[in-house]
């Protein structure tokens, strides 16, 4: 079994930044594909964006590209999600989440196995 604790939200004033943070244990973390999403009240779970085991490719959403960066460090089983010139819009729970096997389709909840419970991240205007 995994788990995932992210960690890192808060309340920000729209163009502040913020990183978050998926702490992970339980098993052989560098294998795994990670993701993060998020969810707005009355929204549908939405990708926000990922990173391959090595960390060699990386996919975002068009919604936070050029503002959202997602990195990793295997030796320390973290995930990151550094997040700059955040918008009212982002105001969701962040969850990441951890997938054992790659199959391409990282865009999807549906790919991954694992799930952290989310951090609240807010954003004022």
């Known amino acids: 079994q995994v788990q995932l604790v992210e960690s890192g939200g808060g309340l920000v004033q729209a163009g502040g930044s913020l990183r978050l943070s998926c702490a992970a244990s339980?098993?052989?973390?560098?294998?795994?594909?990670m993701g993060w999403f998020r969810q707005a009240p009355g929204k549908e779970r939405e990708f926000v964006a990922a990173i391959t085991w090595g960390g060699g490719s990386t996919y975002y959403a068009d919604s936070v590209k050029g503002r959202f960066t997602i990195s990793r460090d295997n030796a320390k089983a973290t995930m990151y999600l550094q997040m700059n010139s955040l918008r009212p819009e982002d105001t969701a729970v962040y969850y990441c989440a951890a997938e054992r096997y790659y199959s391409g389709s990282y865009y999807y909840t549906r790919a991954y196995d694992y799930w952290g419970q989310g951090t609240q991240v807010t954003v004022s205007s």
């Open positions: 339980g098993h052989t973390f560098s294998t795994f594909t």
